[in-house]
């Protein structure tokens, strides 16, 4: 388990290092754990910083960009789940690893409801920190380039990536939830192919949540209505009988 003063890993070619120039921001108070952290995760071709506090994080974004954060809920002053909020306000786009006390099952719950990307409980095997980074970093398109873009369009419909926004053709912005977001970017993502729903429930499953094949249907379903897409055979998102669901569109990047 993760311990200050733990002597960072040198980097191995096995150690699967990020992609080359990502930004990594290591928000936590204990100044051994931020610094040893930051150390560790440079092994792995992270741009790391280490950071103390709120103030520090919101100067620091003010300057320069990031790639990804690492933050401690338990900060003195503006706790962790206060800036979550900001970051999700201001920064919509930058994922966020969230640092968690193993028993703190609410602040994490909370968290991943505000937008983190995933977490991890305290103590932690510092090799499990680099796979989820890898992961939420995979998951946010970092280095990957056959992907659709920030912005597609189908049947009327614009999707914006970053700012999770689903506008109609008439630009109405209509509200989507977490799930139904990542749902919704699973499929633009995979149109034209049929993915069954153990498949659905490992793309968009939140970290720390269980889920059950039900939950998809029901955020296909909740989906479906607000595409306009319900009705007895919905054209978009199809039903394939004994296999899943097929997103039955053409998307485009604009």
């Not at 056959?146 to 689903?166: K, Q």
Request: glycine content about 10%; some cysteine; charged content about 30%.
């Amino acid at each position: 388990m993760y311990r200050a003063g733990q002597a960072p890993a040198p980097w191995r070619e096995e150690n699967l290092p990020m992609p080359e120039g990502t930004r990594c921001i290591v928000v936590d108070d204990d100044p051994d754990v931020r610094h040893d952290l930051a150390a560790y995760l440079r092994g792995f071709g992270l741009e790391t910083t280490a950071l103390a506090d709120g103030q520090a994080l919101r100067r620091h974004l003010g300057r320069q960009g990031a790639d990804v954060v690492v933050l401690d809920l338990m900060l003195p002053g503006e706790d962790g789940l206060s800036l979550l909020r900001w970051l999700q306000a201001e920064h919509p786009a930058l994922p966020v690893l969230m640092l968690t006390a193993r028993g703190d099952a609410t602040s994490r719950v909370v968290g991943l409801e505000l937008g983190a990307d995933d977490y991890i409980a305290k103590p932690f095997e510092p090799r499990e920190l680099v796979a989820r980074l890898q992961a939420v970093l995979r998951r946010a398109g970092k280095g990957r380039t056959a992907e659709p873009g920030r912005v597609v369009r189908f049947e009327g419909w614009r999707l914006d990536r970053v700012l999770r926004e689903l506008r109609s053709a008439d630009e109405v912005v209509l509200p989507l939830s977490a799930a139904e977001f990542r749902l919704l970017a699973v499929f633009v993502e995979r149109p034209g192919r049929v993915l069954s729903r153990e498949r659905l429930l490992e793309l968009t499953r939140a970290p720390g949540l269980d889920v059950s094949d039900r939950s998809i249907d029901l955020a296909v379903s909740r989906l479906r209505a607000k595409l306009g897409d319900g009705g007895r055979e919905p054209r978009l998102i199809r039903t394939v009988r004994g296999e899943g669901y097929l997103f039955d569109v053409r998307v485009e990047d604009t």
